[in-house]
């Protein structure tokens, strides 16, 4: 997507072949492009949230694994990067993903070839995650003018956290069909949720519907049953962090929530899912899936810029007060009205999914 006017990814290679990200605990405030040049550094950088979201952090790992190859290609060096990045948070999938697939193709091959092998297959990784959000983008799209027919006018759709291009190479996940709808000339409004404690929604979907032209009103988290109360919700879309081979989802804290509120109001309550999130070694998401936990000094603080322009936290409860910070939610597949994925969208239950994707499971 482009920030003003200028093409960029949220992460890519330059000319030197350096490894660039735009260093996203900055934003809306500051642009800050860093580059990445070690192991620890790609480790830090998914650990901390320089990066983030499922998908570019599936791409982050496998740039990582990339990089550290052109210093040490030996197997011991394979195998402690896949851990020292698997462990940099537990949550999503395509963490996993991506190091299983720097793995298996590099295994097999003598560790001359490992460097350039894997600087290939982590551009690849990135190239496929474009399409792949452009694909879902076009399914999603589908959907959106289906509701804009029989309305016969705008389409208000709620989104919760960042799902946009920043959480992914390009496009985003959830923002794929509202970019999609906004180019075909459909007046498409979001909700965007502010997404506490990290503020995802407010800080950086936020930014990029602003940068986009997509007209979007910023609410609190516990705005949205009251909106789809009063009719104001035409559809919620949300990304996923993980989804289970049965449908359950995975998403960022608050999540479960709008789905409930959208089910007892008859919204529909869509989830855009790239294939690479899907973990077809779990079946009940709620029991299954590790959820992060992170800092309680994220919910006692919030970020901001003061009025010099500094950018800093702001302590808002008080000295030493206890906090818990569950960073996921799990999203039962009964409250998911469908699944837009990059083949088409699906039902949220085990049949649709391996029909869906008959090749990808086990
Ligand atoms: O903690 P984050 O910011 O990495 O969480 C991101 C989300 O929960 C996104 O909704 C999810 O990764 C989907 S991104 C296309």
Request: glycine share 8%; with cysteine; aromatic share 6%.
């Amino acid at each position: 997507m482009k920030i003003d006017g200028k093409p960029y990814r949220s992460i890519w290679h330059d000319a030197a072949g350096t490894v660039q990200i735009i260093d996203q605990r900055w934003l809306p405030h500051e642009l800050r492009i860093v580059p990445l040049q070690s192991r620890a550094e790609f480790a830090v950088a998914i650990r901390d949230m320089w990066v983030r979201g499922a998908p570019l952090i599936g791409a982050a790992a496998a740039w990582g694994m990339a990089v550290q190859m052109e210093h040490d290609a030996s197997d011991a060096s394979l195998a402690e990067t896949w851990q020292v990045l698997h462990e940099t948070r537990p949550t999503a999938i395509n963490l996993r993903w991506a190091l299983n697939e720097m793995r298996s193709l590099l295994t097999p091959l003598p560790p001359s070839q490992r460097a350039a092998a894997a600087r290939r297959r982590a551009i690849e990784i990135c190239d496929e995650d474009v399409e792949i959000n452009r694909r879902i983008g076009e399914n999603g799209l589908a959907i959106i003018r289906q509701i804009a027919a029989r309305k016969n006018g705008r389409v208000n759709i709620l989104t919760h956290c960042n799902a946009g291009w920043l959480a992914t190479v390009d496009w985003g996940t959830a923002t794929s069909p509202i970019y999609h709808a906004l180019a075909a000339g459909i007046d498409v409004h979001v909700f965007v949720d502010e997404t506490r404690p990290r503020n995802q929604g407010a800080q950086l979907t936020a930014w990029e519907m602003n940068h986009h032209g997509v007209s979007h009103d910023l609410i609190v988290d516990n705005a949205g049953g009251h909106l789809m109360q009063h009719g104001e919700v035409d559809m919620v879309i949300v990304g996923t962090d993980r989804t289970t081979s049965q449908g359950d989802v995975c998403n960022k804290i608050g999540t479960y929530l709008k789905a409930l509120a959208a089910h007892a109001n008859g919204v529909p309550f869509y989830v855009a899912l790239p294939s690479p999130t899907i973990d077809w070694t779990v079946k009940d998401g709620v029991k299954e899936i590790p959820i992060e936990e992170r800092t309680g000094a994220e919910v006692t603080h919030v970020q901001g810029r003061d009025a010099q322009g500094k950018v800093g936290l702001v302590q808002i409860s008080p000295d030493g007060t206890p906090a818990r910070n569950p960073a996921f939610d799990v999203t039962p597949a009964h409250l998911v009205t469908g699944l837009i994925t990059e083949r088409g969208v699906c039902s949220a239950n085990t049949t649709a999914m391996a029909a869906m994707f008959p090749d990808l499971q086990g």
